[in-house]
């Protein structure tokens, strides 16, 4: 035990714990983040009803396949530039300090605007969920409870996260698999149809809005680079995550989204969608209908735990960003320190916390709704942050590898995609801002203010970029370098 703490002092001091996690342990981290149920419960049925109806699974496969595109490019990358700090490790590298920094700020914006938001989500489903067995409580003090377990989780080490992770999201699929089989043998309401992928179900309604609740669903799949710096192997381990996570989720939410509507009927989706008050219920409506009350009821209690194992995947991602801005110091260098023993990022996970306590306690004593305010208003500037960040990150590859044609990376991968990536993303940030008041529900000053939080945080990541550069030039230098073995 000596000869090892020797060791961690030596070398190890304030770093992540090195070769803790694999390709599985990544993948489940990442695919949690995503919260599988949650998106097929909650994203896929409003998606549906605001959107373009039937033809969300195929603009599930539309979204599967541009991201991808976009991971082609994001993989190159993550074989050069190996940091914690991900999209802003990229930015920083690829297009300067100055956007590195700015790139830092969005990032940790968006994850905590995502993981405080669910966490309102997470109050009130999980205060329904025990007010059917008979224990009536205020939805924010489920959401302090998971809180406190998630600040145990995410100061200890990270295989420990992972190994939770992987159980529940594990559950997640298993039930929504055994719905999906049930509606595959019956055949569904009216018989197998492969109308939800035809371009005229595709292009029906508002297939805007369709493409940015699709994009919502799939918020988490890029973190796979945030355990770059605690990968087993990671030149390879990062790719593969990267590249499951993306086909795993994406073909999970497509084949469901299809199922859902053969089984409530194409014909039929859109009136059964409107005559419900809550569209949430609907996947539960088609589990009663064809697989029974047993496993709706399971479904209910997974849905509670497919939210907890979105927040405590985003409170991890949220932390490496905030500890990582610390180390490279942008913000205090206090904050970018390393716990002596679980080389978890402990200061950062408990700034994390603190935030998530303050918002949530918020809106609790305003009087806002969990669900409408803090989740819908939260989770809708995260979309918006990490699509920002993804498009910066599409661009940051073409600028890093032309700068070093050395770099033994073909030009399809470094050049012709992430350009493409990088227009279809800025298409889409567009259509999210003048889109974001029907979005969020969002009305207002609130529609105004609330998506232009991403360019506030960026404009204070520049200005501390820009302090850092005049205090510590060879500290600017390095942002975002990767840290050497």
């Given amino acids: 035990m000596e000869g090892k703490m020797t060791t961690l002092e030596a070398g190890e001091v304030n770093r992540l714990r090195k070769n803790s996690l694999g390709v599985g342990a990544i993948t489940f981290m990442v695919i949690s983040a995503a919260a599988p149920l949650t998106a097929v419960a909650g994203g896929t049925p409003l998606g549906m009803l605001m959107g373009n109806g039937a033809g969300f699974a195929g603009t599930y496969l539309i979204v599967t396949l541009l991201l991808l595109l976009f991971a082609v490019g994001y993989v190159a990358m993550s074989r050069h530039i190996g940091n914690a700090g991900a999209f802003y490790a990229y930015a920083a590298r690829g297009l300067g300090g100055l956007a590195g920094g700015a790139t830092a ?3 940790i914006l968006s994850y905590n605007a995502m993981q405080i938001g669910v966490m309102g989500l997470l109050g009130a489903a999980t205060a329904g969920l025990f007010a059917g067995w008979g224990i009536t409580l205020p939805w924010w003090v489920w959401s302090f409870i998971a809180i406190a377990i998630v600040a145990v989780l995410g100061y200890r080490q990270v295989d420990l996260s992972a190994k939770i992770l992987t159980v529940l999201v594990l559950a997640e699929y298993v039930v929504v698999l055994i719905l999906d089989l049930t509606i595959l043998k019956t055949g569904g ?7 939800p992928f035809s371009w005229s179900q595709i292009t029906s309604g508002a297939p805007a809005i369709a493409i940015l609740f699709c994009f919502a669903a799939f918020i988490g ?4 680079t945030i355990y770059a710096e605690e990968a087993r192997d990671p030149k390879v381990t990062i790719p593969r995550a990267t590249y499951f996570s993306v086909i795993l989720i994406g073909l999970f939410y497509m084949i469901t989204a299809w199922l859902m509507a053969v089984g409530a009927g194409v014909d039929k989706l859109l009136p059964s969608l409107q005559g419900l008050q809550d569209p949430t219920t609907f996947l539960f409506g088609l589990s009663d209908r064809y ?3 047993l496993l709706t009821h399971a479904m209910s209690i997974l849905f509670v735990s497919s939210l907890f194992a979105g927040v405590l995947a985003f409170h991890n991602a949220v932390a490496r960003y905030i500890y990582v801005a610390g180390r490279e110091k942008l913000l205090p260098q206090t904050i970018g320190v390393t716990h002596s023993a679980h080389q978890s990022p402990h200061v950062a996970s408990v700034i994390q916390t603190v935030l998530a306590a303050i918002v949530v306690g918020l809106f609790a004593v305003l009087g806002l709704d969990p669900v409408l305010a803090l989740f819908s208003w939260l989770t809708n500037v995260a979309t918006l942050g990490v699509i920002v960040m993804m498009a910066v990150a599409s661009l940051a590859v073409v600028t890093y590898f032309r700068a ?8 399809l991968k470094t050049t012709i995609l992430p350009a493409l990536t990088f227009i279809a993303f800025v298409i889409i940030i567009y259509l999210i801002v003048i889109n974001f008041g029907s979005l969020s529900g969002a009305a ?15 404009v204070v990541g520049l200005l501390l970029a820009s302090a850092l550069r005049s205090r510590d030039p060879a500290a600017f230098e390095r942002l975002g370098q990767p840290l050497s073995d």
């Fill in 105 to 107: 700020l969005i990032a």
């Fill in 189 to 195: 309401d009216s018989g197998l149809s492969a109308a």
């Fill in 221 to 224: 799949f890029e973190a796979t």
């Fill in 291 to 293: 697989a029974g009350t």
């Fill in 404 to 411: 070093i044609p050395s770099a033994q990376e073909n030009a």
């Fill in 444 to 458: 207002g000053f609130l529609g105004v203010f609330l998506p232009a939080l991403v360019l506030i945080a960026a």
